[in-house]
C-alpha cells in the first residue's frame, strides 16, 4: 500500500533550526509537497520537489532524495509563528495525492 | 482578492438530515477537491473534479456526492448525515489535477448528532 511518515510531535527553541522528516512509498512518484497549516487555518503552501536535492526557500528548505524515499523540510531561525502542523504529501504515478497525518512543531521561547 | 470560498464556516446538525457545502474559486482553476480531515489522520480525497462536467471519486466517497457545473461551484453533499461524517471539510483548487500549488479554503466545521 502507499504511505506517508512523519512524527506527530517535534518541540524547538526560538531562533533555532528545526529539520521534519517524511518518508514516502507510493506506486511511481511524481513529486512531493509541504504544505503548513496553523490550528484552526487551512493548509498553504511551502514547497514543491520532483528532483533530488535541496531547494532554499527564505528561512525554509526543503529536501528531495527519490532512491531512499526521504524528504525533509529544514526551518532555520525558528519564530514562534512558525508554530504549526506541516504536512507532506507525495504525488503518485496516478497523479493522485497521498498525505501524511501532518508534524505538529511546537516552539518554544 | 481572488481566491476559494466555502460555506458555511460551520454547522451543527442532526444525523439524518440532508447537508450541502458550497464552494466557489474565481482563479478560473481546472481541477477542485473535497477533503475531510480529522484528527490524527491524513487529509482523505472525497471527490474531485479535474474539469467542469467531471468528477471521480476519491479514497472516501461514500455517504457524499459532489457536481461540477461549471468552473467555479463545487458543492458537496451528504444525503442522510451521520455522526461519522463530523470532520473539518476542506475545499481546494489547482491549475491542473495534483500538479502544482493547491489553494485550499478555510475549511467547514461539520457536528452531526
Known amino acids: 500500500g502507499q504511505n506517508i511518515d512523519q512524527p506527530t510531535e517535534m518541540t524547538a527553541t526560538e531562533g533555532a533550526i528545526v529539520q521534519i522528516n517524511c518518508t514516502y512509498q507510493?506506486?511511481?512518484?511524481?513529486?512531493l509537497f509541504w504544505y503548513q497549516q496553523h490550528a484552526g487555518e487551512a493548509p498553504t503552501f511551502l514547497s514543491y520537489?520532483?528532483l533530488d536535492g535541496l531547494e532554499e526557500k527564505g528561512r525554509f528548505s526543503s529536501f528531495l532524495s527519490r532512491s531512499k524515499g526521504y524528504s525533509y523540510l529544514l526551518l532555520k531561525e525558528l519564530q514562534m509563528k512558525d508554530s504549526a502542523s506541516y504536512l507532506c504529501?507525495?504525488?503518485?504515478?496516478?497523479?493522485?495525492?497521498?498525505w501524511g497525518a501532518g508534524t505538529k512543531l511546537i516552539i518554544k521561547p | 482578492i481572488a481566491g476559494i470560498t466555502q460555506a458555511p464556516t460551520s454547522q451543527i446538525l442532526a444525523a439524518g438530515r440532508r447537508m450541502t457545502l458550497r464552494c466557489t474559486q474565481d482563479?478560473?482553476?481546472?481541477?477542485m477537491y473535497w477533503y475531510r480531515q480529522d484528527l490524527g489522520l491524513g487529509l482523505r480525497l472525497i471527490h474531485y473534479?479535474?474539469?467542469?462536467?467531471?468528477?471521480g471519486k476519491g479514497e472516501v466517497p461514500d455517504g457524499y456526492s459532489v457536481s461540477r457545473a461549471n468552473t467555479d461551484d463545487f458543492p458537496l453533499t451528504l444525503a442522510s448525515a451521520v455522526p461519522s461524517q463530523t470532520s473539518v471539510y476542506f475545499c481546494?483548487?489547482?491549475?491542473?489535477?495534483?500538479?502544482?500549488?493547491?489553494?485550499f479554503g478555510e475549511g467547514s466545521r461539520l457536528t452531526v448528532l
Open positions: 481546494a483548487s489547482s491549475d491542473s489535477l495534483n500538479t502544482g500549488e493547491l489553494f
Open positions: 482563479m478560473r482553476h481546472n481541477a
Open positions: 473534479s479535474n474539469t467542469a462536467g467531471t468528477t
Open positions: 507510493t506506486s511511481g512518484f511524481n513529486g
Open positions: 520537489n520532483v
Open positions: 504529501a507525495a504525488v503518485d504515478s496516478n497523479y493522485q495525492l497521498i
